[in-house]
């Protein structure tokens, strides 16, 4: 009986011994300060890419391609409102659209004459309907934009997916001329490719050499399109724009599904068919483009 109240005894002890030491332990832990973890460095700033960057980018995506099955035309006005297209690739156009026509249209009406199609002009600027003898064209008092908005003057902007689907164009081949100042860029960033690629050809005049999207935005028409001609408009020549002669230029983009690039990858010579937009002042078209080592040809002076 002693040894079994001694040996009680010894157990009470260790254990009271074990309490203390875990309290101890426990006291110390939670009276220090807190560990504070140590912050992450902060991410490395991604460098934002100067003007004269963002032009390069831009002028050598702009750079045209030979297509051994494209017979250039010019269509609609002998300058200004004029643009080429490949006539021999427009067989299957069922519809044409024409975007910021600012009173007049010779692009749009000639198209309907040859073709035999309709031609939907668009522009809520100038709402002057233009006269079309002999072509079907069907006038639309409003704009083309990437969301539909209304401003502040009640001018209606519609993305192109929703006038193609409303005039019943949603799955036909197109052909596209589009000169609204500005407001291409965002329209093509934001119209989604199932729509763009039922465009046969598109003429543009794009407006600014200086944004990276509107690297993103040539970047994102290349998917799905050749770049068949470059030309710069001579209303707008400068020598701020280097290594571009001019801040507004056309731009003909042949769909991938017609075009057939050369296969030596040569460049075009700039084509007959395109002309000084206004025959008063001096044009300022760049040399052919030279891509050996990557370089750029650029205009005397620049």
Not at 128 to 154: L, N
Not at 225 to 232: E, G
Not at 265 to 287: I, M, Y
Request: aromatic share 8%; with cysteine; net charge neutral.
């Amino acid at each position: 009986m002693k040894r079994s109240r001694s040996w009680s005894l010894i157990v009470l002890v260790a254990a009271i011994a074990a309490a203390v030491a875990g309290w101890r332990v426990y006291y110390a832990r939670h009276s220090l300060p807190p560990v504070v973890a140590h912050p992450e460095s902060p991410p490395s700033p991604v460098p934002v890419p100067t003007a004269m960057q963002v032009r390069d980018l831009l002028l050598a995506e702009l750079q045209p391609v030979a297509l051994t099955n494209c017979t250039v035309k010019r269509f609609g006005e002998r300058h200004d409102g004029g643009y080429l297209l490949c006539a021999n690739l427009l067989k299957n156009v069922q519809s044409g659209y024409s975007y910021g026509i600012s009173g007049y249209d010779g692009w749009g009406c000639e198209i309907s004459r040859t073709l035999k199609v309709q031609v939907h002009q668009y522009d809520c600027f100038n709402l002057q309907e233009p006269v079309c003898r002999g072509g079907t064209t069907i006038f639309h008092g409003e704009c083309v934009a990437g969301e539909p908005s209304t401003d502040g003057a009640g001018r209606r902007f519609e993305t192109p997916e929703h006038q193609f689907r409303k005039n019943g164009d949603a799955s036909r081949h197109l052909v596209m001329k589009i000169d609204v100042e500005g407001a291409e860029w965002n329209t093509f960033l934001e119209t989604p490719d199932s729509v763009l690629e039922h465009i046969d050809q598109l003429a543009v005049e794009f407006h600014g050499v200086d944004q990276p999207r509107y690297v993103d935005t040539v970047r994102k028409l290349k998917r799905l399109f050749y770049i068949a001609n470059l030309h710069f408009n001579n209303y707008s020549c400068s020598t701020r724009t280097a290594p571009f002669p001019a801040w507004a230029y056309e731009v003909l983009f042949v769909n991938k599904q017609l075009g057939v690039p050369d296969p030596s990858g040569k460049r075009p010579a700039l084509n007959a068919a395109n002309a000084p937009n206004t025959p008063e002042r001096a044009d300022c078209q760049l040399p052919v483009a030279s891509r050996q080592d990557g370089l750029i040809a650029k205009s005397p002076g620049h």
